[in-house]
């Protein structure tokens, strides 16, 4: 079985965001952070080099496979940022269409500037996969993550 590579660090999340060679992707890491802090009400971390997460949560596949990981973030990746959604939840392909500029993946939103989406809407597409997440993962009398 393979060792996960996305795991939490130490390394300081304003650190990382500093060294982002683009001073726009900067600021809109941080509007990111602040967006983020505010649906998931937890700090920002740093999951393996790139992602900066927020909260976590267990979960474990029918395969065996099982694992940690943050309940959303995102990362700069060369000229875009991403960022991480769950893959389905009730009206992911309406809120994804009222969005504005960006692509998507299975659990990747990809955007090139904050300034071509619409934050209300990219915040409640963070909320509902947040909702989602820890509806399919949290056990019962399990506390929030």
């Known amino acids: 079985m393979s060792v996960l590579k996305t795991k939490p660090t130490e390394v300081s999340v304003e650190s990382h965001i500093a060294g982002v060679a683009n001073e726009e992707q900067r600021n809109d ?16 971390r740093m999951w393996g080099p790139s992602i900066v997460g927020f909260g976590s949560y267990h979960y474990k596949y029918a395969s065996g496979q099982e694992g940690d990981s943050a309940l959303t973030g995102f990362a700069a990746r060369g000229s875009e940022l991403v960022v991480y959604i769950a893959p389905d939840f009730e009206d992911r392909d309406v809120l994804l269409d009222k969005l504005g500029k960006h ?5 990747c939103v990809y955007i090139r500037r904050l ?30 993550a």
Do not use: F, I
């Open 115 to 144: 300034a071509n989406v619409d934050l209300k809407v990219l915040e409640t597409l963070v909320a509902r996969s947040v909702a989602d997440t820890k509806r399919r993962y949290t056990k019962p009398n399990e506390d929030d």
């Open 29 to 44: 890491a941080r509007t990111l952070v602040a967006l983020m802090r505010r649906v998931t009400k937890q700090e920002p």
């Open 103 to 107: 692509k998507t993946g299975k659990v």
